[in-house]
């Protein structure tokens, strides 16, 4: 099994800057893919971002130039750095990763940005 333990979500004003982080530990055995989601009441969870063992990152369009993903192999953890917040990115922000195809969630962190 693989746990997610998410941090550095919280309040901060637009155009301020907050960093996320997700450490893996457990069954964390052939890790390919880490990656934020996010989600706001009533809407479908969307893309954020995703990186690779390699370092190939993925952003979604809303957040593209603004926000940068990150990880650390060897501490299994990923982190994400947001630039230029708007209240449009308030919303649960959750750790992904793929693990042989088996997907696991973490428990998501809050970020809330005021106007």
């Known amino acids: 099994q693989v746990q997610l333990v998410e941090s550095g979500g919280g309040l901060v004003q637009a155009g301020e800057s907050l960093r996320l982080s997700c450490a893996a530990s457990?069954?964390?055995?052939?890790?390919?893919?880490m990656g934020w989601y996010r989600q706001v009441p009533g809407k479908q969870r969307e893309l954020v971002a995703t990186?690779?063992?390699?370092?190939?990152?993925n952003y979604g369009d809303s957040v593209k130039g603004r926000f940068t993903i990150s990880r650390d192999n060897a501490k299994n953890t990923v982190y994400l750095q947001m630039n230029s917040l708007q209240p449009l990115d308030t919303a649960v922000y959750y750790c992904?990763?793929?693990?042989?195809?088996?997907?696991?969630w973490g428990q998501g962190t809050q970020v809330t940005v005021s106007s």
């Open positions: 457990g069954s964390i055995f052939s890790i390919n893919v």
């Open positions: 990186i690779t063992t390699g370092g190939s990152a």
């Open positions: 992904n990763v793929n693990q042989l195809g088996a997907v696991h």
